[in-house]
């Protein structure tokens, strides 16, 4: 069964744009973000509204860093994490632009940059603003605890990143730093895992299959990158990725895996096994990954964000997790 | 035997899972619940020999006193944003005495407000405590008749 998607034109990722929250910003990749957030509201009334903004920021500051009006932009891809797509959609509501909402938990942005290449390499778009977000706060009401509970959370728990992430791709023909070559569609995995602080667990096995199914259909493997990230799945999931693909095989690299969540904070900041949520692989592609490519140390990336499938109704009707991985491959000139 | 192979599919990554992840360190979890419990314990205790010997309470009207102090310092420390750090120190430690109770009270009605007084802070006030309430309640009940029971045979 073949899952990947090869682009016949060159779809150049013509900006990008990122933006965090403070406890994100005095983290290991804090230079490489756009815009450090002082808190957590963004004076707005509300942390959903604020995180609504943050999408909207995103997106004009992409937009705007690639030399595109805000009113020429041809589609908005975004996604985040609250019911209903909350944030996005009503971000979408202040743009005004063509907008499709997508939801693969933390895996929307590589989702989103897949389908945003398809419409641009169809013809159909001229352009498309791939974007995600998420925000520790409005995570932390819809699948936990309120903030203030005095509870303590286990070694395996993530901590979802309070980030946005914008990426501007189109098909003109100026040179750009990177362009999207391949996108591969994943396959709802499920290893029943069911412990809903352990995503890292609940993911590996989704990220491993997508890798193995790109590597079959572009008859490629870890010699051919210069770096493979994954979204989020933390220290203890990269780990079991790892496992998973030796299983299987793979000769693994093991200094050419990188894992957005595990390299968010540093573990003074007690993000336990380490950052999660759908800015987490925006933000760090946005921010770290693509000024890596525009440097020219990775010639050819390929990024895999992950999402855990569950919801909390999911969850309390005994259910287990199942996981999801896009991967979409960038190359530089 | 399709079925057979999946199963042993996700055992044997169910064992991965338990050998890559660390577990939890339980004696220093317990050694910190021990001592913020009981220091916690200990001033409810202070409070109560105040109320006897200062203010000349009965026993009964002691440990109300006991109780409406406690709540009133764990809801305050709530409001002020020091129990949840306390709570991520302390464990059980900080969730068991009442100081705890009154936790999972406020730090809904703080994080809900946004929502308005009726569907927000008046639904979910009991969004944490509800199940504690509802089957504090009944095993109450329960071991009231089972007392009345008791008192008619014997």
């Given at each position: 069964m073949n899952q990947t998607l090869f682009f016949k034109n060159r779809i150049a990722v013509r900006s990008r744009a990122s933006m965090v929250g403070p406890k994100e910003g005095k983290?290991?990749?804090?230079?490489?973000?756009?815009v450090i957030m002082p808190d957590d509201l963004l004076g707005k009334p509300s942390w959903e509204q604020a995180e609504s903004e943050m999408v909207r920021r995103t997106v004009l500051m992409c937009a705007e860093k690639g030399g595109?009006?805000?009113?020429?932009?041809s589609v908005v891809l975004a996604g985040d994490l609250l019911n209903q797509l909350m944030s996005s959609g009503f971000a979408a509501r202040e743009l005004g632009t063509p907008f499709f909402g997508l939801y693969g938990a933390c895996s929307t942005f590589v989702e989103g940059l897949v389908l945003g290449s398809v419409l641009i390499d169809g013809g159909y778009r001229e352009n498309a603003v791939c974007a995600a977000s998420s925000h520790f706060c409005t995570a932390e009401r819809q699948f936990r605890f309120p903030l203030e509970l005095g509870t303590q959370r286990p070694p395996a728990a993530q901590w979802t990143a309070t980030a946005a992430g914008a990426m501007l791709l189109d098909a003109r023909k100026e040179n750009a730093p990177a362009y999207v070559t391949h996108g591969t569609i994943g396959r709802v995995i499920d290893y029943q895992i069911t412990d809903a602080s352990h995503m890292g667990a609940a993911m590996a096995p989704a990220v491993a299959d997508t890798i193995m199914a790109h590597f079959q259909d572009t008859k490629r493997?870890?010699?051919?990158?210069d770096l493979i990230a994954t979204g989020d799945l933390g220290w203890i999931g990269r780990n079991l990725l790892k496992e998973l693909l030796i299983q299987r095989g793979v000769k693994v690299d093991d200094e050419k895996l990188f894992d957005c969540g595990a390299n968010l904070f540093y573990q003074e900041q007690d993000p336990h096994a380490g950052g999660s949520g759908c800015g987490c692989v925006a933000s760090v592609t946005c921010g770290y990954l693509m000024k890596l490519m525009e440097q020219r140390d990775v010639r050819r990336l390929l990024v895999v964000g992950s999402g855990a499938m569950l919801s909390t109704t999911s969850q309390q009707q005994g259910e287990s997790i199942p996981g999801i991985a896009y991967a979409a491959c960038l190359e530089g000139e | 035997m399709q079925n057979k192979r999946e199963q042993k599919k996700y055992r044997q990554y169910d064992q991965l899972v338990k050998r890559l992840t660390p577990g939890s360190n339980y004696l220093q979890g317990y050694v910190r619940a021990f001592w913020v419990g009981g220091l916690i314990c200990v001033i409810g205790q202070l409070i109560s020999i105040a109320g006897e010997e200062?203010?000349?309470?009965?026993d009964a009207s002691a440990s109300m006193l006991t109780s409406v102090v406690l709540i009133f310092l764990g809801t305050t420390l709530t409001g002020l944003g020091v129990y949840d750090d306390i709570g991520r120190y302390a464990g059980a430690g900080s969730i068991v005495p009442i100081t705890g109770f009154a936790n999972s009270i406020a730090s809904p009605a703080i994080e809900f407000r946004r929502e308005g007084l009726v569907l927000g802070v008046g639904a979910?006030?009991?969004?944490?405590?509800g199940p504690v309430l509802v089957y504090g309640i009944v095993s109450s009940i329960a071991v009231g008749i089972i007392y009345w029971l008791a008192g008619r045979i014997f």
């Open positions: 983290g290991p990749l804090a230079e490489y973000f756009d595109l009006p805000a009113e020429s932009i493997d870890f010699r051919d990158y | 200062w203010l000349g309470m009965t979910k006030l009991f969004a944490i405590s």
